[in-house]
């Protein structure tokens, strides 16, 4: 991404926590989900997730990807499989049957609980952590791998009450967990990516900056988009208040007197883009992105 740096130094307690019980029970853990927005596959990805998932085999589920621009988010897919990732792309929207990532699932453990087997321990289910950025899906994704036969299982043995067990079929239970971040977002084009996908709250970043952010984005990499949904064709920062009236006047946000509502047009573009009135974007490009 770019040089730009931000010092956004902001971290609820409940995420610190869940990671701290996340390590603490790691010992219960067998493979872990790790979810990411196919719209920001660099962005979305929590930075520190190695530091308390350790070296459990996972796999990444790349979700919404229905909503993605599929040739900018395969570069992405390629490089996490280069990097020994396995990498599941999913539009949960649309895909009930989650049979193939159980499968794999179950492939991937076949080698060590035929170790355990050998060393007379009992039969058990895969235990799966669920974990992601906020908003990128998990909830979706675990309503889709529960169906209607899912029974809570309570709390294992060590386990507190913010970690609860889900049991998935006759082989599996999940581990749902609050989505998280890291503690400092030092790159200003991630968490403007963030913000812009709602995986951070609306008031960490300016929402004008936000939906600066959306309207230069669109207009870089996808200006046929910018101009069909919103009605314009550039954006920069001497015309981004005649974009967004503009944008209002297209869209009704008019309050009395006739002036542009500039409120509204905030909601009206972010809406847009986080509910995928705006689709087959990604945020992340490939070429540009710091690692």
Same mark, same amino acid.
């Given at each position: 991404?770019?040089?730009?740096?931000?010092?956004?130094?902001?971290?609820?307690?409940?995420?610190?926590?869940?990671?701290?019980?996340?390590?603490?029970?790691? *010992?219960?853990?067998?493979?872990?989900?790790?979810?990411?927005?196919?719209?920001?596959?660099?962005?979305?990805? #929590?930075?520190?997730?190695?530091?308390?998932?350790? *070296?459990?085999?996972?796999?990444?589920?790349?979700?919404?990807?229905?909503?993605?621009?599929?040739? #900018?988010?395969?570069?992405?897919?390629?490089?996490?499989?280069?990097?020994?990732? =396995?990498?599941?792309?999913?539009?949960?929207?649309?895909?009930? +049957?989650?049979?193939?990532?159980?499968?794999?699932?179950?492939?991937?453990?076949?080698?060590?609980? =035929?170790?355990?087997?050998?060393?007379?321990?009992?039969?058990?289910?895969?235990?799966?952590?669920?974990?992601?950025?906020?908003?990128?899906?998990?909830?979706?994704?675990? +309503?889709?791998?529960?169906?209607?036969?899912? #029974?809570?299982?309570?709390?294992?043995?060590?386990?507190?009450? =913010?970690?609860?067990?889900?049991?998935?079929?006759?082989?599996?239970?999940?581990?749902?967990?609050?989505?998280?971040?890291?503690?400092?977002?030092?790159?200003?084009?991630?968490?403007? *990516?963030?913000?812009?996908?709602?995986?951070?709250?609306?008031?960490?970043?300016?929402?004008?900056?936000?939906?600066?952010?959306?309207?230069?984005?669109?207009?870089?990499?996808?200006?046929?988009?910018?101009?069909?949904?919103?009605?314009?064709?550039?954006?920069?920062?001497?015309?981004?208040?005649?974009?967004?009236?503009?944008?209002?006047?297209?869209?009704?946000?008019?309050?009395?007197?006739?002036?542009?509502?500039?409120?509204?047009?905030?909601?009206?573009?972010?809406?847009?883009?986080?509910?995928?009135?705006?689709?087959?974007?990604?945020?992340?490009?490939?070429?540009?992105?710091?690692?």
């Amino acid at each position: 991404m770019n040089e730009n740096k931000t010092n956004i130094n902001w971290y609820p307690g409940h995420m610190a926590k869940t990671k701290r019980l996340i390590a603490e029970n790691s *010992n219960l853990i067998d493979f872990v989900y790790e979810v990411v927005d196919a719209r920001m596959p660099y962005s979305s990805k #929590v930075r520190d997730i190695d530091a308390y998932i350790k *070296n459990k085999p996972r796999i990444m589920i790349m979700t919404k990807i229905d909503l993605c621009d599929r040739k #900018v988010t395969n570069e992405w897919i390629s490089y996490y499989e280069e990097n020994g990732y =396995q990498v599941y792309p999913v539009d949960l929207e649309n895909t009930t +049957n989650l049979q193939e990532l159980i499968r794999m699932t179950e492939q991937r453990m076949q080698e060590e609980f =035929q170790k355990r087997e050998s060393k007379g321990m009992k039969a058990r289910k895969i235990r799966v952590l669920v974990v992601g950025a906020p908003n990128v899906g998990k909830s979706t994704l675990i +309503n889709r791998l529960v169906g209607k036969k899912a #029974v809570s299982v309570g709390n294992r043995p060590g386990v507190t009450k =913010q970690l609860s067990w889900i049991r998935i079929s006759d082989t599996l239970e999940l581990l749902d967990t609050p989505g998280i971040l890291w503690p400092k977002l030092e790159e200003a084009e991630v968490a403007l *990516n963030l913000a812009s996908l709602t995986s951070i709250k609306e008031e960490i970043l300016p929402i004008e900056d936000v939906v600066y952010h959306i309207l230069s984005t669109l207009e870089k990499y996808y200006p046929e988009k910018l101009k069909d949904r919103f009605g314009i064709e550039t954006v920069d920062e001497d015309t981004f208040e005649d974009a967004l009236i503009t944008i209002g006047q297209k869209r009704g946000c008019i309050v009395k007197g006739g002036s542009v509502d500039y409120d509204k047009v905030y909601a009206v573009v972010m809406n847009d883009v986080k509910s995928g009135l705006v689709p087959k974007i990604t945020f992340d490009h490939f070429h540009s992105a710091k690692f």
